[in-house]
């Protein structure tokens, strides 16, 4: 038991190499959407950028159960309030591009996914389009 207390110590502690490769698997991405040509296997990336994320997930709440603080409820919370602001500040500053620069059919469209995207069902939306 000493040992899992010990790896659950380390992983509470910011980790700056974490972090360096979160930013590659972002790039990868990042890449591959601007021209799949220039990396071939960018998308690989979400699942890296997800594993680590899920490492650092696990080694908080592990922590949090070791110290008798964990709750549902608080790790909920505290993932909403994380990820909720910035999805709104990326949603309205698309809205705003879209607005600017779509036809109205397009526009359409971009509403419909922006709608699935404030209630967490964009993949299934999107998957059901066409060319999806």
């Not at 490492?55 to 909403?80: E, N, P």
């Not at 036809?103 to 996914?113: H, N, R, S, T, W």
């Amino acid at each position: 038991m000493q040992i899992e207390t010990a790896a659950v110590s380390r992983s509470d502690a910011y980790r700056p190499e974490v972090d360096g490769l979160r930013a590659i698997a972002v790039c990868a991405v990042i890449l591959y959407h601007a021209d799949p040509s220039l990396l071939p296997g960018g998308l690989a990336g979400v699942d890296v950028f997800f594993v680590i994320s899920g490492y650092l997930i696990t080694g908080k709440i592990l922590g949090d159960i070791d110290r008798g603080t964990f709750s549902l409820a608080g790790f909920w919370t505290r993932r909403l309030r994380r990820i909720v602001p910035a999805l709104l500040v990326v949603l309205l500053v698309c809205a705003l591009a879209a607005f600017l620069l779509l036809p109205p059919d397009e526009l359409a469209q971009f509403g419909m996914a922006l709608v699935a995207s404030v209630l967490p069902v964009s993949n299934i939306y999107l998957h059901y389009q066409p060319g999806g």
